[in-house]
């Protein structure tokens, strides 16, 4: 039986092109600043990539996703804030935080919260950098490099991070709180 995807976790439609699927998930692109950075290097980035993987055969397609409850979260196994994952796969799977004073005032209250920080080349950025990302799509879609080493997360050993847990709670208590 064929499923319809290939072995590179790319799905393959009937028009003989292949479909790779970049994912955007986030607490808030409007207050957090590592979100909307990373979401404004995100969009450069595939921009960038669409017409050379049109030329392959491939379909860059962007999917944003607004984590803004636990469910959500749990049901995303989100681990961290901003995330990019490529065909399924977190492309800065070490995750490293550093604290986000614009995501502790959306949670509302005394709270703090940390948000993701990027690794490339040997420097630590606060949103993703272009240069990250192309290079993640482009291992994902020639298999030359390992997208998003996942081997140090377990699979079906999700649990919400505490970091999160703190956030959504806080939010929730202050019905002020926008997200």
Not at 161 to 172: E, I, M, V
Request: glycine content about 8%.
């Amino acid at each position: 039986m064929n499923c319809g995807c290939n072995s590179d976790n790319t799905k393959a439609p009937q028009n003989g092109t292949q479909t790779l699927e970049v994912e955007f998930l986030y607490l808030d692109v409007n207050t957090c600043e590592p979100c909307g950075g990373t979401a404004q290097t995100l969009r450069e980035a595939v921009e960038i990539m669409k017409p050379p993987l049109a030329a392959l055969g491939v379909d860059l397609v962007e999917r944003k996703i607004h984590v803004k409850d636990q469910d959500i979260a749990i049901a995303h196994e989100f681990r961290s804030s901003p995330t990019i994952k490529i065909a399924g796969k977190d492309i800065d799977p070490a995750i490293t935080e550093d604290d986000c004073p614009s995501c502790g005032s959306l949670a509302g209250g005394d709270v703090s919260v940390d948000c993701r920080t990027w690794h490339w080349n040997d420097e630590v950025y606060k949103s993703a950098p272009v240069g990250k990302i192309v290079e993640e799509i482009m291992a994902a879609v020639t298999g030359t490099g390992q997208v998003g080493d996942n081997a140090n997360i377990p699979a079906g050993d999700y649990k919400l991070p505490d970091n999160l847990k703190q956030f959504f709670a806080a939010r929730n208590a202050d019905p002020s709180a926008v997200c």
